[in-house]
């Protein structure tokens, strides 16, 4: 097991992969290493399904950090191309937390799950010695919808075009630079500063993934998180049993993006970029994709293809899965620095 972060694909593969309990007939989509979702079917509609850890940093403020709690847990569901219909969470606090601290993240839960139509179904809240920030319970995002709208993760087909919204290291940047901000603010100027620290509200995919998918033949998607584009488009090859071709150029990189990530010492093109949108797409439906995200805002740019082989190559170079991702060694080291 890798010392922070997911497990990486061996031990997922010898460990968690072969024990999954009972086979059903009614599952269309298993677990899967470095894939999003799961899905079932129930009588006429399919059930998208994914879990994450209930994700809060005090020190983003409690709203801002609730906001980003939130759509964390939507990401992995919106990406199947249906949007998300239910929520069930478990709050596992620690005992500091008060009671004014939680009611603004529940109160932002709430406002956010209004916006997107999610209905809160089920949960569970407590506080208890030994738990901590930010990791504080998980939740469960679902997705019920038709079975024809379900965009599989593992659909990456050969001649298909490659689509990234917003670029590299969207999460690390706005992360880091918040969490950290007395120091980046000694090493960069004003304006730098601020341009990372925007990223934070880009650190969403769900937007970008319904509005993909409802503008074209999109074959599968997946949000860039742990190990970055990098890491996010060899899972995508891999699921799909493809090889994805990209040129690093085409690819866009949002102000502040740069400066932090050298000021931090990590890779942008491994580090955790969630918020981060990789599609492929028909080659039909490409200019109508790009159309539809450039409509509501979100950088885009088609930046590759799909052929025949395995794994991924950048600028004609091979790249393998970066399996460690930078961000958390980064958190850890500047927490030391900053006290």
Aim: charged fraction near 25%; proline fraction near 7%.
């Amino acid at each position: 097991m890798t010392d922070l972060g997911k497990v990486d694909r061996e031990f997922f593969d010898a460990h968690i992969y072969p024990h999954l309990g009972a086979d059903r007939d009614d599952e269309i989509l298993g677990p899967q290493h470095g894939v999003d979702f799961g899905a079932i079917r129930i009588g006429e509609q399919v059930v998208a399904m994914a879990t994450d850890p209930v994700f809060v940093m005090p020190s983003l403020g409690f709203e801002r950090a609730a906001w980003f709690a939130f759509h964390i847990l939507m990401s992995d569901v919106a990406v199947s191309g249906i949007p998300p219909t239910h929520l069930s969470v478990d709050f596992n606090l620690p005992p500091e937390i008060t009671d004014d601290e939680f009611e603004t993240v529940w109160t932002t839960f709430d406002e956010e799950a209004k916006e997107l139509g999610v209905s809160i179904v089920t949960g569970h809240t407590g506080r208890y010695a030994g738990c901590n920030y930010p990791m504080v319970g998980g939740a469960t995002p679902l997705a019920v919808g038709d079975p024809d709208d379900l965009v599989r993760p593992d659909g990456a087909r050969e001649g298909d075009r490659v689509i990234a919204t917003k670029g590299p290291a969207i999460e690390a940047t706005g992360l880091l630079s918040i969490q950290y901000e007395p120091l980046l603010a000694e090493a960069v100027d004003a304006d730098t500063l601020q341009a990372a620290q925007d990223r934070f509200y880009d650190m969403s995919p769900v937007r970008d993934a319904l509005t993909a998918a409802a503008a074209g033949p999109v074959t599968a998607m997946h949000d860039a998180t742990e190990c970055g584009i990098y890491g996010g488009l060899f899972e995508m090859a891999r699921a799909a049993d493809v090889r994805i071709e990209i040129e690093r150029d085409a690819v866009p990189v949002q102000p502040g993006v740069v400066e932090a990530c050298e000021f931090f010492e990590i890779d942008p093109w491994i580090s955790i970029s969630e918020g981060t949108l990789l599609t492929t797409v028909d080659p039909s439906g490409v200019d109508d994709v790009l159309a539809a995200l450039e409509d509501e805002g979100i950088p885009a740019a088609d930046v590759g293809e799909v052929v025949a082989g395995s794994g991924l190559a950048v600028d004609g170079e091979d790249k393998d899965h970066p399996g460690r991702d930078p961000f958390w060694a980064a958190m850890e080291e500047y927490a030391g620095k900053l006290e």
